[in-house]
């Protein structure tokens, strides 16, 4: 008896979890008559052509905006894994003055809010000419190389502090630097924080929306989330299916990763508690 | 396992001089694009946002052009600006409310999955799917059209006999729909959950089964107290996430923050002043504001965990 109420509770949790989701997906294939007429979740008629519309609706195609997104999230995952994985290392592992100090710090900057810095680094940006310039992406994958997300480091720490000590210092017997155990220990051995990070820092790029909104002008430089919302600017009913068509498309990739990632994404945030 | 503490990682013992001066110089290297970052993208940033909040700086003009103001825009927002409150009640507004309802459903989720059953690895990842799409412009954009007078939640209704109405542009309910948006995403917080009763000792259930203890008491004498650190982290990271939510109320307002300035969380009003009106000193105060809004929130969240968070490690409760 509890075992089937248990069952239909999750069943009916997994109904209301999915409707949403499932209701996009009918709409993006729904003729503009249907969108308002048909209550429900899957169409009479057929529609695959929202999908033609949404991609070419806009002076620029939207095949340019998901190259744009790839690129600034493909730029910023190597950004993040490099420079987070050197402030690790050096913060979780190498003895040296004022360390405690700027873990501290590192600390800090971890519980700050990114809404806090956006006007100050986008008056940064602005003088160095840096917004609206030759390549517009510079504000926001700079800082990514910078090692400023400070939840990665933190991560990685983590991680570091469970490598054996032994295996440094029995290579620091053999002569090894510290560049070298970087090279030959630790970086090896941090694949699974790495893989992680790379995970995480691509899902979040793509689907940030707040500092892509504030650097990027114009529309050739949009990425996908910003050009999304040139469709609300505009809503009449003949738009809505290919809304909804783009908007599918753009959480493929990160439905994607979801698929193959699953177990590592959901295990991800339990030992670190990252933010979903 | 429970996210680990915010502890300094422990240096075992101290090594011999020659080594660590070369560690020093490893270190700093390895520290550098770091310490870059932490003055050029944060600290002289900060420090130039306190220094513009006094100001009138409006962006279009170079930042030797601004007008000292004292402290006008700080003023401004207390007492001459009442977008500014209403901003302050919708963003608190939706953090009491929202916060508690979500982390209540990944709490209730977690001890529904919590016995193990077939399948029980897909219901976690799909209950986990939300939080993943989260903050994406997408998700927003199937929610206000949810919402909308000829959305699928009004559709809902019409199959009971009930008569919706257009949810998102009413601003009775504008700002439930963005709090049911982040129930919805509970996914995280229940993962975090999950992965703190797991940590609960079986031997403490069997002995409270053995004095005769129902599941009822079960729950309020071992799992809560058990669970009170977990709790706790969720607690703290989803208020702060709370107070920072933008894209949904940006999406369902139009950039906006309204209907009739329902949705004007605090980080979209600043974004209209500072890139909407290019008021840039008015908006380096609001964010200076709300840093030590913020700060002060998680300070009393700490101080009042004190009396309710038990760690099985320390003494008492």
Redesign the interface.
């Known amino acids: 008896m509890r075992r089937r109420l ?1 069952a239909a ?2 069943l009916l ?2 109904a ?6 499932i ?2 997906v009918g ?1 993006s294939v729904k003729s503009p008559e249907e ?2 007429s048909n ?3 899957l169409p009479d008629t057929f529609t695959p052509g929202n999908f033609a519309d949404g991609w070419n609706n806009f002076d620029v195609s939207f095949g340019r905006f998901f190259l744009n997104s790839i690129m600034v999230s493909g730029l910023t995952v190597l950004g993040n894994v490099v ?1 987070c994985l ?2 690790a ?4 592992r ?4 004022l ?2 100090m ?6 800090g ?1 971890l ?14 940006f ?2 160095l000419g840096w917004v609206g310039g030759d390549w517009p992406y510079l504000p926001l994958l ?2 990514q ?4 997300e400070a939840f990665f ?1 933190f991560l990685m ?2 991680f570091i ?1 469970g490598i054996p ?1 032994e295996l440094d210092e029995a290579a ?1 017997i053999d002569g090894a ?3 070298r155990i ?1 090279r030959h220990v630790i970086l090896p051995l941090s694949r699974p924080a790495l893989v992680t990070t790379a995970i995480f820092s691509f ?1 979040w790029t ?5 500092r892509q ?2 650097y990027l002008s114009d529309l050739k430089d949009y990425t ?3 050009a ?2 040139l ?3 505009s809503t009449s009913e003949s738009s ?1 299916g290919p ?2 068509a783009m ?2 498309l ?2 493929v990739p ?1 439905f994607l990763f ?1 698929v193959a990632f ?2 590592m ?2 295990e991800g ?8 | ?1 429970s ?2 503490p ?1 502890r ?2 422990a ?2 013992r101290r ?1 011999p001089a020659p ?2 001066a ?3 110089v ?13 003055f ?3 600290a ?3 420090l ?2 306190l220094y ?1 909040s006094f100001t009138d ?1 409006d ?1 279009l003009t170079s ?1 030797s052009d601004a007008n000292w103001v004292g402290w006008d825009n700080y003023r401004r927002m207390f007492t001459a600006d009442p977008a500014y409150w209403h901003s302050v009640r919708v963003t608190v507004t939706f953090a009491l409310v929202a916060v508690p309802l979500k982390l209540l459903a990944a709490l209730g ?1 977690a001890l ?2 919590n ?1 193990p059953f077939r399948g029980v ?1 897909l ?17 927003a ?6 919402f909308n007078r ?1 959305g ?1 939640f009004n ?1 809902l209704l ?2 009971f006999g009930i008569t919706g109405q257009p949810w998102v542009t009413d601003p009775k309910w504008a700002l439930e729909t963005l709090m049911l948006l982040a129930v ?2 509970f ?2 917080p229940m ?2 959950f ?2 703190g009763l797991k940590q609960v000792p079986v031997e403490l259930y069997e002995a409270a089964e053995v004095d005769g203890a129902g599941a009822g008491r079960r729950f309020v004498h071992i799992t809560l107290p058990m669970l009170s650190p977990v709790i706790f ?1 969720n607690l703290v ?1 989803e208020t ?2 709370g ?2 939510g ?2 949904a109320a ?2 369902i307002s ?2 906006e923050g309204g209907p009739v300035d329902s949705t004007l969380m605090y ?1 979209l009003n ?2 209209i002043n ?2 909407g009106r290019l008021d ?1 000193g008015y ?2 105060a609001l ?2 504001v ?2 030590i809004a ?1 700060g002060i929130v ?1 300070v009393v969240l700490f101080r009042t965990g004190r009396f309710w968070v038990h760690y099985s490690d320390s003494e008492g409760s």
């Not at chain 1, 209301?16 to 989701?21: E, Q, T």
């Not at chain 2, 490893?26 to 932490?38: H, T």
């Not at chain 2, 976690?124 to 997408?138: D, H, T």
């Not at chain 2, 954009?141 to 949810?146: A, G, L, N, Q, Y």
């Open positions: 248990r509770a999750l949790i997994v209301v979890v999915l409707y949403p989701l209701w996009m709409t969108v308002v209550i429900g979740l420079s050197f402030a290392y050096a913060l979780g190498l003895r040296f003055r360390r405690g700027w873990f501290a710090i590192m600390i900057t519980l700050l809010p990114g809404h806090v810095l956006i006007i100050p680094q986008y008056i940064l602005r003088s700079v800082p190389f910078l090692a400023t480091v720490i983590q502090r000590r620091t630097s510290p560049y970087f899902i793509w689907n940030d929306f707040f909104l504030v996908v989330p910003v999304l919302t469709f609300i600017d809505v809304m909804f908007s599918l753009s959480l990160v979801f699953q177990r994404l959901v945030i339990n030992t670190s508690g990252l933010k979903g | 396992m996210p680990a915010l300094e990682p240096v075992r090594a080594r660590r070369h560690q020093t490893a270190g700093y290297v390895f520290l550098s694009p770091w310490l870059v970052g932490l050029a993208i944060t002289i940033p900060m130039l946002s513009l700086y962006v930042i989720v529904l999955l016995r690895g219901f976690r990842g799909l209950f986990y799917l939300p939080s993943l799409l989260g903050g994406s412009v997408a998700l954009i199937v929610w206000e059209s949810m000829d699928a559709s019409a199959v919805w995403q996914g995280a993962v975090i999950l992965a982290f990271l702060i996430n107070f920072q933008f894209t940006f999406v139009n950039g980080t600043l974004y500072g890139f840039m908006a380096s964010a200076w709300f840093l913020i998680t």
